[in-house]
């Protein structure tokens, strides 16, 4: 495997930065389509919501909920670096960005109805 | 002792060239250098590149090895082969002269329009400027000035190859060392000239500048510095 | 001429950084609001109960809606300038349609949220 200058975790990190983002991107317009039925279709949407309780569709939305949390909390290492100066233990904030989003992810999963 | 022969593939032509692969004995003290000036001299005299100093200071030999840009005069054989392989190509995000060697006019007008140029304020009749050692803008400066402009960082960013106009680590850790010099004069412009999208702000901050200078800085935290100090001054309304 | 770019880009890039704040602090509440609302069991009846005539809720969410229809058209701006080769300005036309979808959309949608007579 050759190697690349891209094999580091503040590269991974911008990364992930990147497809969460876009992610969260496409999936905004999606959710809040469906949270406008709340008020136009009551009962489309409170199908929609026993649709969504079902196991793949709740692990789709946990897999949701750990791309906005990867985002928040990298983009919060990001306004550190920008804003705070916070230049050290960028590999520490990556890895702590990463453990907080899939607990994140695990607390939304634990309390799926 | 069984003959350790590296598989050395080379770049030659221009940017529509082809890898040369030779095969070159694996010796115990062996650079990356050593490697390109063997092929040379007893190989492929027609091999171009650039070196000068040969010991790590001048930053002339400068290439891509195994997909990272590096002093080829400071990288050891066996801690960048991979397989017995070694893959040479010129440094990226800067047009191929021939082979080895690129062509750095970008990159040096890049420092030029960043501003990275002392502005003086004085004249040789004033007194010299007495900056303490210990002062918080000449730590900032000091933790910027050791760069030699050897291109590594320039060439590992990723926005610099998406984006042509971007003005590069190099180019704004430079103009952060200015912007830190107390007795320059010129940070009004230097401030434009950084800011926008061609500037600083389009810094993602990826840090492989700082995961590669060779001189151990940090382009990441001077852009960080840049965007302050922009938008600092965009709030004045002084862009 | 190339000056107001640079000014505009910046006043952008703070915009962004501005949003993202503002999302910060949003996400969180809106995070634990979720989990919380979710033990009980998510429905139509519960989302109206919560927000309807809640005055709170209204400014909380068209905050929040805001700043999402500030920080994504901005965000995927700088991802479709670095990833295809559409101008600049077609990019902003995008992006900028992008945002207003999103605000009209999640307005409508308060709004409603903020007037329906909650079922009992």
């Known amino acids: 495997m050759k190697q690349t200058h891209r094999n580091h975790p503040t ?60 985002h928040l909390t990298g983009g919060l290492r990001l306004l550190g670096l920008e804003f705070l100066g916070w230049v050290s233990w960028q590999k520490t904030m990556v890895a702590l960005s990463v453990g907080v989003s899939l607990t994140i992810g695990l607390v939304f999963l634990l309390n799926a109805d | 002792m069984t ?20 095969q070159v004995r694996r010796q115990e003290n062996q650079t990356v250098l050593d490697l390109v000036t063997h092929i040379q001299r007893y190989l492929d005299p027609s091999l171009s590149y650039r070196f000068a100093c040969r010991v ?11 997909g990272k840009a590096r002093w080829t005069c400071r990288s050891h054989v066996s801690n960048v082969v991979e ?20 062509d750095m006019t970008d990159f040096f007008d890049k420092w ?11 004249s040789r009749n004033d007194e010299i400027a007495a900056v303490s050692p210990s002062d918080k803008k000449r730590r900032l400066a000091d933790a910027g000035i050791e760069c030699i402009g050897c291109g590594v960082c320039y060439s590992t960013c990723d926005v610099v190859r998406w984006k042509p106009d971007y003005l590069g680590p190099a180019a704004m850790n430079r103009a952060w060392t200015l912007v830190n010099d107390v007795r320059d004069g010129g940070n009004d412009e230097r401030l434009r000239a ?46 | 001429m190339m000056q107001n770019t640079v000014r505009s880009e910046t ?12 999302l910060a602090v949003c996400i969180v509440i809106h995070l634990t609001t979720m989990i919380i609302a979710m033990q009980g069991g998510l429905s139509t009846a519960e989302i109206a109960g919560r927000v309807s005539g809640n005055p709170m809720w209204l400014v909380f969410y068209g905050t929040f809606l805001a700043a999402v229809s500030v920080h994504a058209p901005i965000g995927m701006r700088t991802v479709l300038l670095e990833t295809t080769s559409l101008s600049t300005k077609r990019v902003g036309l995008l992006t900028m349609l992008l945002g207003l979808f999103v605000f009209v959309l999640g307005v409508r949608t308060i709004l409603g949220l903020y007037q329906m007579v909650p079922v009992s």
Request: hydrophobic letters at 45%.
């Open chain 2, 194 to 239: 950084v800011a926008g999208d061609d500037g600083c702000l389009s810094c993602h901050s990826q840090q492989g500048c700082v995961e590669r200078c060779p001189q151990k800085l940090n382009p990441t935290m001077a852009i960080a510095g840049l965007k302050r100090e922009t938008i600092k001054a965009a709030l004045k309304g002084k862009l």
């Open chain 2, 112 to 122: 030029a329009k960043a501003k990275g140029s002392f502005e003086p304020t004085c």
């Open chain 2, 3 to 22: 003959e350790d022969m590296l598989q050395v593939s080379v770049w030659k032509g221009d940017a529509k060239g082809a890898f040369a692969t030779y």
């Open chain 2, 56 to 66: 790590g200071v001048c930053g002339s030999c400068a290439m891509t090895v195994n």
């Open chain 1, 11 to 70: 590269y991974w990190a911008f990364l992930l930065h990147r497809i969460s983002g876009v992610l969260l991107a496409i999936f905004i317009p999606v959710h809040l389509y469906v949270l406008s039925l709340a008020v136009t279709d009551g009962a489309l949407l409170d199908e929609f919501l026993r649709w969504s309780s079902t196991p793949v569709v709740k692990l789709m939305e946990t897999g949701m909920v750990v791309m906005l949390a990867a």
């Open chain 2, 83 to 102: 397989d017995g392989r070694i893959e040479i190509r010129p440094l990226e995000s800067l047009p191929v002269v021939k082979d080895l060697v690129v």
């Open chain 3, 11 to 22: 006043w952008l890039w703070l915009a962004q950084r501005t949003s993202a704040i503002v």
